[in-house]
């Protein structure tokens, strides 16, 4: 199953755990500059960084996450002059990046000839993944390391997203060099992946920033991705998979999901919406007012909380499409997959 280039065994070490703040920035920089791992808070997830132009360093997430190797990663930079230094920006990708960063929004874009990030990290593409993140502490990060740092969130390959430090120790414990506590991620789900390689602007992966609000930047509706690949056509390596909706079963607990369920059935566990569902154990309710903004930002958290032992199935309520709910129905519909 896993390709990880480094023995499971080798991943072992000390986990350190600091609360954001001058000395864990400080600290997290210099394990990062070392070639070590660092998980910090961003807006929509916590990331497992390492910096993204050393194959070694790199190596140490897929080891650390036991992920796909093939699998891209997201080059995190402070601001866009650092995300043009590695890639080329569209008239597009220019307006996107200055509309929407820093925030939830990753672009897909040609590597420059010159490019720093490690090919391990763009899993030999051509092209690169960049996002500059929004959270003071990821920035801080950035700022402090100076160098662009590769992040995908902080979980094993396969489980459901970190928005919370104790998340990441439960999954990364003794895999990790720090983790960095900046408490709860406040959007929840992961960033809007566009890929703008000349050719459109394609969503890959819906996420923080909403369609809506992307098409209102551009002027006119985005395309949609391929099922198979376009964006990774001239993968010189491997066939990766384009985004992480590519991969059937991601995002997943243990216990079996059902989506738009309109009735409990015994021993189901209930996440709910806007007060849909009646009964259930455990059971939350992701925004009892039906703000899609409030249940983004609960999501994952939500989901590994019904996720215990002994539950038949977590039975989801139905989440309207539009704006956020669009992605959150994205990572359901991938907890939801078969295994
Ligand atoms: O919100 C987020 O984006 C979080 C936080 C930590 O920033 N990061 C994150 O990274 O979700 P990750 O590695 O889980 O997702 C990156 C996805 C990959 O699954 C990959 O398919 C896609 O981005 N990707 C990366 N480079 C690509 C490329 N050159 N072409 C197409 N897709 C690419
Ligand atoms: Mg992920």
Not at 39 to 58: C, K, M, N, Q, R
Not at 107 to 125: N, Q, Y
Not at 241 to 255: K, N, V
Not at 283 to 299: F, K, N, P, T, V
Request: glycine letters at 8%; hydrophobic letters at 45%.
């Amino acid at each position: 199953m896993s390709h990880s280039p480094r023995s499971p065994i080798e991943t072992l070490r000390k986990t350190l755990r600091l609360d954001a703040g001058p000395e864990a920035i400080a600290q997290a920089a210099r394990l990062l500059r070392a070639g070590g791992l660092v998980a910090f808070p961003t807006e929509t997830v916590y990331g497992l960084g390492a910096i993204a132009t050393s194959d070694e360093a790199v190596a140490g997430i897929y080891a650390a996450k036991e992920r796909p190797s093939f699998n891209p990663l997201i080059a995190h930079v402070p601001d866009l002059a650092s995300a043009q230094a590695q890639g080329v920006f569209n008239a597009d990708a220019l307006a996107l990046a200055r509309a929407f960063w820093p925030g939830p929004l990753t672009l897909v874009v040609p590597a420059r000839p010159d490019c720093a990030v490690s090919l391990l990290a763009r899993a030999g593409l051509d092209s690169l993944a960049l996002r500059v993140p929004a959270h003071r502490v990821a920035q801080a990060i950035l700022m402090a390391t100076g160098l662009p740092v590769a992040a995908p969130s902080a979980n094993r390959s396969g489980r459901v997203s970190p928005t919370q430090a104790e998340h990441v120790a439960r999954d990364l414990e003794r895999r990790v060099d720090l983790i960095v506590d900046g408490g709860s991620c406040t959007v929840g789900v992961e960033s809007t992946i566009l890929a703008c390689l000349g050719d459109g602007v394609r969503i890959l992966r819906p996420g923080g920033v909403t369609r809506g609000q992307i098409e209102a930047v551009l002027g006119r509706p985005v395309d949609e991705a391929e099922a198979q690949g376009h964006a990774l056509a001239s993968a010189p390596l491997a066939p990766a998979p384009l985004a992480p909706g590519m991969l059937a079963s991601h995002y997943a607990p243990r216990a079996p999901v059902r989506l738009n369920a309109r009735h409990v059935a015994p021993g189901e566990a209930v996440l709910d919406f806007a007060g849909q569902l009646a009964g259930g154990s455990p059971r939350l309710d992701l925004s009892a007012s039906g703000d899609l903004r409030e249940a983004a930002a609960r999501l994952f958290a939500a989901l590994r909380q019904l996720d215990v032992p002994g539950v038949a199935a977590i039975a989801v309520a139905p989440i309207p499409a539009q704006g956020l709910g669009e992605a959150i129905n994205d990572r359901l519909a991938r907890a939801a997959a078969p295994r």
